[in-house]
């Protein structure tokens, strides 16, 4: 286990925009595609960062 704390701080970041973006409902109960794409990419990234910055996983 490693990182920095820039990485755990992107991790936490992230993180919150992952779930917020994909767990978000408007008043009619749909997920606005914005929210999700976004909250998409946010999860790639917390994963990214998580595998390769701090477990040391994956090696590129």
Same mark, same amino acid.
């Given at each position: 286990m490693g990182g920095?704390? $820039? =990485?755990? $701080?992107? /991790? *936490? $970041?992230t993180g919150g925009i992952a779930v917020h973006s994909l767990t978000?409902? =408007? *008043? =009619?109960?749909?997920a606005p595609w914005v929210? /999700? %794409?976004f909250?998409?990419?946010a999860a790639l990234f917390f994963m990214k960062v998580l595998l390769q =910055?701090? %477990?040391?996983v994956v090696k590129f």
């Open positions: 920095t704390w $820039v =990485d755990w $701080v992107f /991790l *936490a $970041v978000y409902r =408007d *008043a =009619d109960g749909e929210h /999700l %794409l909250g998409s990419i =910055d701090i %477990l040391q």
